[in-house]
């Protein structure tokens, strides 16, 4: 069997250019991987020639159903605490869901009251 310094003559490369070759195969194995992903997470997009009022006007509608379900699930909330408060006759807990079910009720007809006052 021969010995290790022969192998390495032998071969043409030393410990070090061994080293050398497999950091930049790992350096070139990286790089790649990075381009693929970058590549791979390209999406085209396609604008539509919308008036951007008409945009601010959907993203209103969006807003004000939100804000419209959220009054919708309160006055339901001030209802049930309304309703508790006569069974246990408790004239905090039922002046609480008058001002749970009043506030749910300005929340839902938020836009309406906006348009009344001038606002909208």
């Known amino acids: 069997m021969k010995n290790k310094k022969e192998m390495t003559v032998k071969n043409g490369k030393g410990k070090a250019e061994r080293a050398a070759s497999a950091k930049l195969k790992r350096l070139l194995y990286t790089a790649l991987t990075a ?12 604008a539509e ?11 209103e509608e969006f807003i004000f159903g939100i ?11 001030g209802g049930l605490q309304i309703g508790t408060s006569f069974s246990t006759h408790d004239p905090s807990q039922r002046t609480m869901g008058i001002m749970t079910f009043a506030g749910g009720i300005i929340a839902a007809f938020s836009r309406q009251i906006l ?3 001038g606002v909208g």
Do not use: D, H, K
């Open 35 to 46: 381009a693929v992903f970058v590549l791979s997470m390209s999406v085209s997009v396609f």
């Open 49 to 59: 020639e919308e008036n951007p009022l008409t945009i601010l006007s959907n993203l």
């Open 67 to 77: 804000i419209r379900g959220i009054g919708i699930i309160m006055c339901g909330y």
């Open 115 to 117: 348009t009344l006052i």
